[in-house]
Structures are given as C-alpha cells and as structure tokens.
C-alpha cells in the first residue's frame, strides 16, 4: 500500500479577523482511499491521502474535504434587543451534524475566553446554523462589538453535547426564560415532528428580554404561546413560576415541561413539576471552560450522582437537579467575571476596534 501522505493543517493567526490554513508536514502515497480525521476542532484537522501525488496541488476531492474544513465565517447578524444578537454561521462540519439540544463554543480571537452558545437554528444544505448571543460577558461582548457580516472567527468547537431526547410525550410545555427561548426552539421543531402537541411560554425580566416569539407562533400558532413579563411591560404580568402554574390551572396538564434559562428558573419550574409530578427536562447553564469533559468545572449533581454536564448534558432530568449547587457553583467567581467584563469593555475593547480599523 506504501506509506500514507498526512497533511496537518493548524489555523495561523495574523491580526483580527484574519486567519488562514497552512499544511506543515507531508508524507508520500500510492494507495486510494482519502480518510479525513477531524479532531472536533476546524482550527486543526488531519487530512490522510491514499493516492499518488505527482504535483499539482491537491485533487478535487481534497480541495472539497479542506473547503469543507475552513474557518468558520459569520453570514448574518441581527440585533434584535439592546443586548441580544442572532448570529448566522457558516460551518458545514457543525451545521450537517448538529441536533436540537446541542451547543457550540466560541472564541472570537486568539486570545478570547471560550463562551458555549446554545444552537438556536440549524440549515444543513446551507452549511449554516445560528446562536442566540446575549451580551453579558467579555465572551459575548466581543462576539458581538468585534465581528461582523462576512468575518471570519477564529474557533468554534461542536457540536457538543447530547441531543435533546425527542419523542412521543403527548402535551409538551417548553418554557424558555430570556435567552433559553432560542435554545428551546429547534426542540420545538422536533417535537412537533413526531406528532406532540406543543405549547411555549415566554418569560423575561422586560419586554426586551423576550426572544423568538414570532418564530413560535408562526410555528405552533399564536393561541399556544404565552409570554410574561415581571415588570407587566409586555404581555402577563410574571415569572416563570407563575407562568407555569397557571397554564397548568388554565388550560392542561403537560405531560412533559422543558426549560431553558437561569438555574434560579429552574430551580422553580422544577418545584412545580415535582409537585404535580410532571416530566422536567432542563437545561442546566452551568460555568463550562473545556466543553469535552476533562476539567470537571460543568460538573452537575442529579439525584445522587455527578455528571458532566457538557457531555450527558446540557438538557437533564430538571426534577433530579442540585439546582442551588448550580447557583452556588455559578456565582462563585461573578464578582470577578463582572469585574473583568468592565476592564475589557473600558480598555481593551477600544484599543481593539481601533486596530480592527487599521487592517
């Protein structure tokens, strides 16, 4: 067969918004097989050739297999509250894998913390899928304030996590608090797929923190969404708790309740669905740094056992979690992570642009 041609390709930085893929280390072969081993990683992937080359660069299936490979790009953005962003991406090898439930982590430059956003839409034939980006952070500051329609980013990693379990429940009720109504809404998509009767509630501090809500009355039909407000600027008046309660009450019992947003949420969602025992479905935000299971930060405990939350996660059984964990676990470091967040945006960030600017 004669020894394999290895092609490893590592992503090079050189300014913002500026990347490119250089190969750095070759071997010859006579076989005919293309193998492409991706590490989970488009920044660095191992392209293995079984064929003769005699020059000429690389053939036409390996131009599509490095196509395929490229950096991931933004094609859309829109801004669609004072902090809350859709962001397209161009990423075929996360876009023709991902399910509802999954997430990607992104890192808009060389030096920027790594931030998971939940997969809000997903277009396989496009190449592209979307992310719902709340800028809170000094992660999703500089995804929003440094990238644009048609630049590129410097990584993103995914699809991670574990598929929502999508079934036949019966009457499901996904209750999305803030930005956990993107994260809700492909599950939405898949559930009414296989014939389950879908209501969506819609909750959030003020009207601008309310997300998605002509996506989910086009999709479900505007008498089976409802949206509260805490400061009755929008729609009823109150959280998810009352929320939650008072659909039960009003129209039916779910078989099945699905949350999305803040773990003091769903620490009250799920208090009403042990109570009436109900079926909880989460999602747990807990802090993540690795997002592939080896540095333990996203550990969650549920029922008696600890689990990896951006491996078995991030959607888990809701009724079993050690929410106050989660909330402790959280805001352990929030000082700090509100500290820094105002250092990046007063310091860094201008000096940022500016440069951005020069190139």
């Known amino acids: 067969?004669?020894?394999?041609?290895?092609?490893?390709?590592?992503?090079?930085?050189?300014?913002?918004?500026?990347?490119?893929?250089?190969?750095?280390?070759?071997?010859?072969?006579?076989?005919s097989n293309l193998i492409v081993d991706n590490f989970n990683h488009p920044g660095c992937f191992l392209v293995s050739f079984n064929k003769n080359f005699r020059g000429g660069g690389l053939n036409p299936m390996?131009?599509?297999?490095?196509?395929?490979?490229?950096n991931p790009k933004v094609v859309g953005k829109k801004q669609v509250s004072p902090r809350g962003y859709f962001l397209e991406i161009y990423l075929p090898l996360v876009a023709q894998k991902a399910k509802a439930g999954q997430f990607v982590t992104f890192q808009a430059t060389e030096i920027s913390p790594r931030q998971p956003l939940q997969i809000v839409d997903i277009n396989p034939e496009k190449g592209t899928f979307s992310v719902l980006v709340e800028a809170y952070n000094r992660a999703t500051v500089e995804l929003v304030e440094l990238l644009e329609e048609g630049e590129e980013i410097f990584n993103i990693e995914g699809p991670n996590g574990t598929p929502?379990?999508?079934?036949?429940?019966?009457?499901?009720?996904?209750?999305?608090?803030?930005?956990?109504?993107g994260a809700n809404y492909p599950i939405a998509k898949e559930l009414l797929s296989v014939q389950n009767e879908v209501y969506a509630?819609?909750?959030?501090?003020?009207?601008e923190n309310i997300y998605c809500e002509e996506e989910y009355k086009t999709l479900l039909g505007e008498e089976k969404v409802f949206v509260y407000t805490e400061d009755d600027d929008y729609g009823k008046?109150?959280?998810?708790?009352?929320a939650v309660e008072e659909f039960i009450r009003d129209v039916k019992r779910p078989d099945l309740v699905v949350f999305a947003g803040s773990p003091v949420g769903g620490e009250e969602v799920a208090q009403i669905t042990r109570d009436k025992?109900?079926?909880?479905?989460?999602?747990?935000?807990?802090?993540?740094?690795?997002?592939?299971?080896?540095?333990?930060?996203?550990?969650v405990k549920v029922g008696d056992k600890m689990v990896l939350n951006c491996i078995e996660g991030p959607y888990l059984d809701g009724n079993s979690v050690d929410w106050k964990m989660v909330t402790f676990r959280n805001g352990y470091y929030w000082d700090l992570e509100k500290e820094g967040a105002e250092y990046?945006?007063?310091?860094?960030?201008?000096?940022?642009?500016?440069?951005?600017q020069k190139t």
Do not use: D, H
């Open 1 to 31: 067969m004669g020894t394999p041609r290895l092609f490893t390709a590592e992503r090079t930085w050189s300014g913002l918004g500026q990347a490119n893929t250089n190969p750095v280390s070759e071997k010859e072969t006579k076989s």
């Open 62 to 70: 390996a131009k599509s297999v490095v196509e395929l490979l490229t």
């Open 164 to 181: 929502f379990p999508v079934g036949k429940y019966g009457t499901v009720l996904l209750v999305g608090q803030g930005w956990g109504a």
């Open 201 to 207: 509630i819609l909750a959030g501090g003020s009207r």
């Open 237 to 242: 008046e109150g959280g998810v708790a009352q």
């Open 277 to 299: 025992g109900v079926k909880n479905f989460s999602l747990v935000a807990s802090t993540m740094l690795c997002t592939s299971g080896l540095c333990l930060t996203c550990r």
């Open 344 to 356: 990046f945006a007063n310091k860094i960030l201008p000096k940022l642009k500016r440069k951005k």
